[in-house]
């Protein structure tokens, strides 16, 4: 397992991240449950063979479940003897946690209460990385930015990051830290696959300019890069894609994928998704990638993605299948910066 910087700081953090999505579903109806219902036993076991696997980073949500996931992370933690030190715990808010009006977004009220439940749930003291989880259009961001300064230096949270948000959301969030003093947020939590590139548009430049750590969220599309679905498959019975078709991809490019990965993974006695994750990986951009399992083998099967290299052609192969499409103004800015790269210059003559 290797360890890269969480954004800027000198905290380090597993490049594989155990999600905790499957973690707590079976009382709930619809998304959730889809998604998974492990009970505590089977979160121990997960949670327990992960850490032995070097994994040292774990990210829930107190809208998981409605809280659940984060209860049973917690009481696995506590079940395993893990001392807090030893572990990295993110956590996210801004999810609708109730019917009231106030019961969801990133005002200061729902963050100062959001981070009191979910302290109590996780049975700790700080969270190591509070995440303000979905983009709130009627919220101040200088609001959102104070409320988690202040949990910073009230010593309850230790790092902010963000998840879902525009480049130049970000960015203005990014400016109002440096002149107001407050914690930055250092990381971003974003969707990300070889069949999902989008952010490579802009927001992969933003976050390499400001270094800020790259999570990425649904590495397989939503089991979608999993080698079970493809052309002319049948939906597997259980499998996440299944019952919940999320996130949105263009399967026509994702099957084209797919089918490179295939070749590959036969190459390296790998699996489809193995290969999937190992492509998201050796990219410079990306700090961790969090997976999520629903059994010990499915886990296995990911956290190998750490110790599979794939060759220089065989990236330059997936990159070339699953290139984005030209859009403005990207294919205007290399036709008129092309030109200027770093080099010496000679005056001719």
């Known amino acids: ?11 380090y953090v ?31 076991a997960i949670v327990g063979r992960a850490l032995e696997s070097g994994v040292n980073f774990l990210d829930t949500a107190d809208v998981y479940s409605f809280g659940e996931s984060e209860r049973l992370t917690g009481q696995a933690l506590k079940n395993l003897g893990v001392k807090r030190q030893d572990v990295v715990i993110a956590t996210k808010v801004h999810g609708e946690m109730g019917p009231g009006p106030n019961d969801r977004g990133s005002s200061r009220g729902h963050i100062m209460d959001s981070v009191q ?12 990385l509070y995440q303000i989880h979905g983009n709130d259009t009627v919220t101040p961001v ?12 009230q010593g309850l949270v230790r790092y902010v990051g963000v998840s879902n948000w525009q480049a130049w959301k970000i960015a ?10 407050y914690a930055r947020f250092e990381t971003l939590q974003a969707y990300y696959s070889i069949a999902g590139r989008d952010l490579e548009r802009d927001l ?15 590495p397989l599309a939503g089991g979608l890069l999993s080698g079970k679905f493809g052309p002319g498959s049948n939906n597997p019975e259980g499998a996440r894609r299944t019952n919940f078709d999320f996130p949105p991809v263009d399967k026509d490019r994702a099957w084209k994928c797919v089918e490179v990965m295939r070749e590959i993974a036969e190459a390296h006695g790998a699996s489809v998704a193995r290969v999937a994750l190992a492509w998201l990986l050796a990219k410079p951009a990306v700090m961790s990638i969090i997976i999520g399992a629903k059994s010990l083998e499915q886990l296995d099967d990911n956290l190998a993605a750490a110790e599979l290299t794939l060759k220089p052609e065989e990236v330059a192969r997936l990159d070339e299948v699953s290139e984005l499409p030209a859009e403005y103004p990207g294919w205007m800015l290399a036709r008129q910066g092309g030109a200027r790269v770093p080099k010496p210059f000679q005056k001719a003559g």
């Open 204 to 218: 992969v430049p933003m976050l390499t300019s400001e270094r800020l750590g790259l999570m990425v969220w649904s």
């Open 14 to 44: 597993s490049e594989i991240c155990l999600g905790t999505m499957t973690f707590g579903g079976s009382e709930q109806s619809g998304m959730w449950r889809a998604i998974g219902a492990l009970q505590q036993a089977e979160v121990d």
């Open 142 to 153: 200088e609001e959102t930015l104070r409320a988690l300064d202040d949990l910073v230096r």
């Open 117 to 128: 439940a979910s302290l109590e749930r996780l049975q700790t003291d700080h969270i190591d």
């Open 1 to 11: 397992m290797k360890y890269k910087q969480l954004g800027r700081t000198g905290l």
């Open 172 to 181: 203005k969030a990014l400016g109002i830290s440096e002149a107001r003093d």
